[in-house]
């Protein structure tokens, strides 16, 4: 005699457990590769959106670091891209440590300049590279983009 009370899931619970499945599976896929590739930042000066690293070649600036009980930054923007702030680094020897930003509070236009505290103390002689910073767009939010290295201008401080 065979046992007729087997249970087992219906085909329709089966299949609904798949789909369901595969979706969670398709949402991680998705999430993970956002994360991964990361949303494009863009500036846009009037003549349509770009990336934003080729703003970086068109910034121009000028900076004095001045030490003392509270060290300063003198920054003259000569360029025609505004400047968000400045990613300070000190060079010693052959290596470098980073000090810190130091961020504008409004931005500073083209042909503007402005002085502000660095919040970190520096020693005068030290040799910093003062790396633009940027602010650029994505699609929800305001975003700061920090040049290369090689857009940077060196200061020694006095």
């Known amino acids: 005699m065979e046992n007729l009370e087997k249970r087992g899931l219906s ?7 798949l789909i369901v ?4 599976l ?3 896929i998705i999430l ?4 991964w590739i990361g ?3 863009q500036k846009d000066l009037g003549g349509g959106a770009e990336a934003i690293e080729n703003f970086c070649d068109d910034v121009e600036f000028v900076i004095e670091v001045e030490s003392g009980g509270t060290s300063t930054v003198s920054v003259n923007n000569i360029g025609n891209i ?7 680094r000190k060079r010693e020897g052959g290596a470098e440590e980073s000090l810190g930003t ?4 409004n931005g500073l236009p083209k042909g503007s300049a402005k002085k502000e505290s660095l919040g970190f103390g520096v020693n005068s002689g030290d040799e910093l590279i003062a790396i633009p910073v940027l602010l650029g767009e994505t699609e929800s939010y305001k975003k700061p983009y920090t040049c290369d290295e090689s857009f940077g201008e060196i200061a020694e401080v006095i």
């Open 21 to 24: 499945l595969g979706l969670v």
């Open 32 to 35: 993970w590769a956002k994360s």
């Open 11 to 17: 085909p329709v619970i089966a299949t609904t457990l």
């Open 26 to 28: 398709v949402m991680i």
């Open 82 to 88: 505004p400047l968000y702030g400045m990613d300070i």
């Open 39 to 41: 949303e494009k930042i």
């Open 102 to 105: 130091v961020d504008f509070d």
